[in-house]
């Protein structure tokens, strides 16, 4: 019966082994004990209370930007530049434009507002394809280098025809590009053309949204069938795909 005789070493296997296994049962024992209560059902009335919350958050965001609204609208009636006051403001701003018709003239904030009232009510819209690097920094969240690349990528596009085009110029994050939209002003009378009957491959390929095979296909199509009678021609010749060729409309015209 000497297979029933264990070593030293082979009884403390058994003992660790035997530990383990009663550390797995009470595991499995414990663990309905320590999960997390089940959430109830949905009933009506938490569905009711759910709606009236959606409701109230939907009063708050339309009352927010009724204020936005008539803030915007004082101010832009003032004609010409709102300096800055005397005192020492958190905002940015140095300058604010106020696009509307007639001469600039400097005006100071209203005296009966305090000075955050002032300070935000001093914001106007800024356009954004004619505003320079010092408008831009004057926008909360806007510091002097993504001012540059606003700037420098606005240029290469031509301008931009949507306020979300911002979205593509580095550094601009969701975040920042929403507290932001309050101030932006999309003045799409600005957006430079390419015309599409006599630029060359270099002048086309210099757009953001057209690299050198669209540009030399554009061109070839063009130098052995004659010119583009319409901006759907351009698209069925090139098999530009739809979602490019919105993209793109904006910035081309039939010369």
């Known amino acids: 019966m000497s297979f029933l005789v264990f070593s030293a070493g082979e009884r403390r296997g058994l003992i660790v082994l035997s530990v383990l296994l009663l550390m797995v049962v009470g595991a499995r024992a414990l663990l309905p004990l320590l999960s997390p209560p089940a959430l109830p059902p949905a009933d009506a009335e938490n569905c009711r209370a759910f709606a009236a919350f959606q ?25 010409g530049r709102v300096p800055r006051s005397n ?29 955050a009232a002032a300070t935000k009510a001093s914001i106007a819209r800024l356009p954004i394809n004619t505003a320079d690097t010092l408008d831009w920094k004057s926008l909360p969240g806007i510091g002097a280098k993504i001012a ?16 979300e085009q911002l979205l593509e110029v580095g550094w601009m994050d969701s975040a920042r590009y ?35 095979y669209l540009a030399k296909s554009i ?37």
């Open 148 to 163: 540059r690349k606003i700037v420098s990528y606005r240029e290469r596009l031509g301008g931009f025809v949507r306020c």
């Open 219 to 255: 061109v070839a199509h063009r130098e052995k069938q004659g010119r583009y009678r319409s901006l759907e021609e351009v698209r069925t010749a090139t098999h530009m795909y739809p979602e490019l060729f919105d993209k793109l409309k904006p910035y081309l015209y039939v010369d």
């Open 55 to 79: 409701e109230r958050q939907q009063a708050l965001s339309d009352s927010v930007e009724a204020v936005w609204a008539a803030r915007r609208a004082s101010w832009e009636n003032r004609k």
């Open 178 to 212: 929403t507290r932001l939209i309050p101030y932006l002003l999309a003045d799409t009378d600005a957006v430079r053309k390419l015309p599409v009957n006599s630029a060359s491959v270099a002048e086309l390929k210099q757009h953001p949204y057209i690299d050198y």
């Open 87 to 115: 005192g020492k403001y958190k905002e940015t701003a140095t300058y604010i434009y106020a696009h509307t018709q007639g001469s600039p003239a400097s005006e100071g904030f209203p005296p009966s507002a305090s000075r």
